[in-house]
């Protein structure tokens, strides 16, 4: 559950997966005094996400969940003013047992005892710069119609996008996202299309996702290929992405530990 206590604009993404011991059905509900939507993927994948339910109707329909896999869950919540209140809750169904037991049955209880010495694990990183260049923008196209949507990169998403808002509106929320700010793009449009220029010191990244309510599918395809400026540098663990750092002034060791210790 997210509560804010900020009285300007916000939007608020809660990401995590879920996973249960053994199949059973659940119904999820969204609750949220402002605008949201609650996605459910097929396994652990950002890109299979589903709307399973909004702000019009906050209860899914029964999912059957099976055990042992991981979910992807993604609720998305927005509100103008601030003061957002945003939660996901999850019910279980009753199940009723069929199967007659033929005769007395034992529990067995086992005790498992795991004894091991934990060792941190160490990685060395060597980087250098060798030739000096201003670098390439990455440019991507993105189509899709007339449709509620959401742009996504590096698994986070943008608020909620309705019909054909203006460059200004997209350029906004897409420079909203952690995995780009502070870094900033810039946004243009054809008759059918959104231009999204990613800033030379990212380099080459990947194409942004997008989930819409649209029969058809959103067309995303990269029209240059970015090439890192030399300038700055991130890093990433386990799908998280450091801030970028000015590569020939910034890069101490008290500035990376932040960084990491952020992620």
């Known amino acids: 559950m997210y509560v804010s206590q900020s009285s300007s604009d916000e939007t608020v993404w809660l990401i995590g997966f879920l996973r249960i011991p053994q199949a059973a059905n659940f119904t999820f509900i969204l609750q949220t005094n402002g605008n949201g939507a609650l996605f459910l993927s097929s396994n652990d994948s950002p890109a299979n996400v589903i709307k399973i339910a909004d702000v019009t109707h906050n209860q899914s329909n029964t999912e059957l969940l099976q055990g042992n896999i991981d979910y992807y869950l993604l609720c998305v919540g927005s509100r103008i003013g601030g003061n957002l209140v945003l939660s996901v809750e ?145 890093f990433s663990l386990n799908g998280m992405t450091t801030d970028y750092i000015d590569f020939t002034t910034n890069v101490t060791q008290a500035n990376l530990t932040a960084e990491f210790n952020k992620l």
Do not use: K, W
């Open 90 to 234: 999850a019910r279980m169904h009753e199940t009723t047992l069929t199967a007659t037991t033929s005769s007395l049955v034992l529990n067995e209880i086992q005790s498992i005892s795991v004894i091991a010495t934990v060792v941190a694990e160490e990685q060395r990183i060597v980087y250098s710069t060798n030739t000096s260049s201003n670098g390439t923008s990455e440019v991507q196209s993105i189509q899709v119609g007339l449709s509620t949507f959401q742009i996504g990169f590096r698994g986070a998403y943008t608020a909620l996008l309705t019909g054909q808002p203006t460059t200004d509106v997209v350029e906004a929320a897409l420079n909203d996202l952690p995995t780009i700010y502070p870094l900033t793009v810039t946004v243009t449009a054809t008759s059918t299309r959104y231009i999204i220029t990613f800033p030379p010191e990212m380099g080459d990244v990947p194409l942004v996702t997008c989930i819409s309510t649209s029969g058809n599918a959103p067309v995303i395809n990269e029209i240059v290929q970015g090439v890192a400026s030399n300038t700055a540098i991130a």
